[in-house]
């Protein structure tokens, strides 16, 4: 087992790895010159050649890559073109909200998904079960700023339960966890759905109703836990998918979280912070896969031996 | 094909594809405005847009132009970067996955780690990273789409890749002497149609989703070119005073994707009989 930890985080930190050359590559060879955008309008060609030279920009291309991984490994992201300061203390100063707002929107999820989820697997081919898969679809085939916009304009603009934008309280909360969360309880639900169809047609739940257990509690207790693992799975999957849209989220609702610093780093083209944010990101979506692997034996006893 | 008339949420969701197509196609001649024009009367006397009427059927945008017309020929913009975008996606994902699930090896492994790698990557931020630093143009949105939509395909095809080339019939027509490109064409490629398809429709879906995301956050299509997305994005300010302007582009958004994953679902099931009923 730990054999295989150790592999893992080996393949992980490799993966990691890649993620920084490519992102730093891309960004190398996009049209926007930092140089020039952080000289200002007025600059001429000597003055962004010495912001050049000040950044470090004008040394060769693969020094350039390892005088960032040297960084990296001092936990140093390098210092952001525009507001002068350390990417890294950027990041950890916006990672607190962001992380309150995935935990919120994941709760969402979960909970919905649950709910609708079994009642449609328990009332399968119902009127019920088709009217949730279909709002499963609805849900998944939303654009996420307009949901975001709507919700605003009900909530916040229309009945004032909410605030329009803002962080700070549970109020705050609400209405950008509901935007994250709405959307992607469709697919928990239609996994949860699949997941207790397949369990319900088994043979021990049979004995269990058969032995004089409750629909309930056979549902409940020997039923619902087999749709553990495939639901912590997803979790693992929808933090990366989360990483994405909390820029969307974050931008409408003014979140002070990373996805906004992200925003307003890629419109001024401020690469530390844009190279920095990817590979938070990426770390994320590479944890989030990790655990819920390493989950996985936990809950499935069945998987241990392989 | 009986599978999609016994299934009415998929009828209705063809017969809203069929009129996105039509709004594309014939978006000159159905438009009642040039997507443009800025008519004196397209604003109120206070200069606000007006909400739908007799005239402006879906009512005028902040700068005065009719949104029905506008919405006509964003319906070509999403389109058009719906198949390129999708279309491109699913043909880089289908020769990565078929280059590494039949070639194998050296090739095929550093091709699958390079897909783990894209898989590691936050779609959505590298998509408006990639259009905001590439001066967006509706050729580069849809170019960048594809650059981080590949990646699922090129999976799924790589395991069922995989999966055939060590099957009996494929050893027996080796041993028959077939050559590489011969098993490929006559006996590879036919079982990936059905994938092609589903995956062809299914990504239009996630296509039109992104194109609208990048446009709304102003890294899209940019104006005065109409697309779904930048309608919203021009008038996501006066959201409160002219809902409209937000939420009927958004509708024709959420009812043009939700109908090509319906369409996609449908098509999943009736070429995969092993799904059937699972949902």
Redesign the interface.
């Known amino acids: 087992m730990p054999l295989i930890l150790a592999r893992r985080l080996a393949q992980a930190a490799g ?2 790895l ?2 920084a050359l ?1 992102t730093f590559l ?2 190398h060879y ?3 010159d930092p140089a020039a955008l952080v000289a200002g309008r007025s600059a001429n060609a000597q003055m962004i050649a010495n912001v050049r030279h000040q950044l470090g920009l004008d040394l060769p291309l693969p020094l350039q890559f390892w005088r960032y991984l040297t960084g990296l490994a001092q936990g140093n992201l390098g210092r952001s073109y525009i507001q002068r300061s350390e990417v890294a203390a950027l990041i950890v100063a916006r990672i607190p909200a962001t992380l309150v707002l995935m935990a919120a929107g994941i709760l969402v999820e979960v909970a919905l998904g649950l709910v609708f989820g079994i009642l449609a697997a328990v009332q399968r081919n119902s009127f019920a079960d088709r009217l949730v ?2 709002l499963a ?2 849900g ?7 949901v975001a ?2 919700l ?2 009900v909530f916040a ?1 229309t009945l004032g339960w909410f605030p329009m934008s803002g962080f700070g309280t549970l109020r705050h909360v609400v209405l950008p966890a509901l935007t994250l969360g709405l959307l992607g309880a469709g697919w928990y639900a ?1 996994m949860v ?2 997941a207790m ?1 397949d369990v319900l047609n088994q043979d021990y739940v049979r004995t269990a109703r058969a032995k004089g257990l409750s629909w309930r509690r056979v549902v409940l207790r020997h039923a619902l836990p087999n749709a553990a693992l495939p639901i912590v799975a997803m979790i693992g999957i929808d933090v ?1 998918q989360f ?3 909390v ?2 989220v974050e ?1 409408v609702y003014g979140w002070p979280g990373i996805g906004q610093l ?2 307003q780093a ?2 001024q ?1 401020d690469v530390p912070i ?1 190279m920095g ?2 590979l938070v ?2 770390l994320f ?2 944890m989030g896969n990790l655990l819920a692997d390493a989950a996985a034996p936990i809950l499935d006893p069945r998987i241990r031996g392989r | 094909m009986s599978g999609l008339t016994e299934r009415p ?1 998929t009828t209705v969701a063809l017969a809203v594809i069929l009129l996105v197509v039509l709004a594309a196609t014939l978006a000159p001649w159905l438009a009642p405005f040039a997507p443009e024009d800025q008519p004196f009367d397209g604003l109120s006397l206070e200069g606000a847009p007006l909400p739908p009427g007799a005239k402006y059927w879906l009512g005028t945008d902040t700068l005065g132009r009719d949104l029905l017309s506008r919405l006509l020929f964003g319906a070509r913009t999403s389109l058009v970067i719906g198949l390129v975008a999708n279309g491109v996606a699913v043909a880089i994902g289908m020769v990565v996955g078929i280059v590494a699930g039949y070639v194998g090896g050296v090739t095929g492994a550093t091709l699958m ?2 897909t ?2 894209m ?8 998509a ?3 259009a ?4 967006p143009s509706l050729w580069i949105v849809a170019l960048v789409i594809a650059l981080v939509n590949w990646v699922q395909v090129a999976r799924i095809v790589y395991t069922e890749t995989r999966g055939l080339s060590e099957r009996d019939f494929i050893l027996a027509e080796r041993a028959l002497g077939a050559g590489n490109a011969r098993i490929l064409i006559h006996h590879i490629a036919p079982h990936l149609v059905p994938t092609a398809i589903v995956w062809g429709t299914l990504g239009i ?1 996630t296509t039109v ?1 992104l194109e ?2 990048l446009s ?2 102003g ?1 899209g299509v940019q104006p005065p070119q109409p697309s779904w ?1 930048n309608i ?1 994005y021009e008038s ?1 300010s006066y ?2 005073a002219a ?1 409209w302007l ?2 009927i582009p ?1 509708a024709v ?2 009812a043009t ?2 109908s090509f ?2 369409v996609g ?1 449908t098509l999943r099931d009736l070429l995969d009989p092993t799904q059937r009923g ?2």
Do not use: C, E, K
């Not at chain 1, 998944?140 to 307009?146: D, K, L, M």
């Not at chain 2, 898989?119 to 590298?126: C, E, K, R």
């Open positions: 993966i990691l890649g993620v490519v891309l960004l996009l049209p926007a898969m279909t679809f609805v998944v085939s939303s654009p996420q700023f307009v916009l709507l605003l304009y603009a239609r759905r699949s169809i990366g990483m994405g849209g820029v969307v931008a992200a925003w890629i419109q083209a844009i944010v990817t990101s990426s979506i590479v | 949420a780690r390079f783990d790698l898989m590691a990557f936050p779609a959505l931020l590298l408006i990273v990639l905001a630093l590439l001066h879906a989703l609208a995301t709304f956050l890294v997305g919203i996501q959201f409160q809902p937000v939420f958004g958004i959420l994707s939700l994953n319906l679902d699972r949902g």
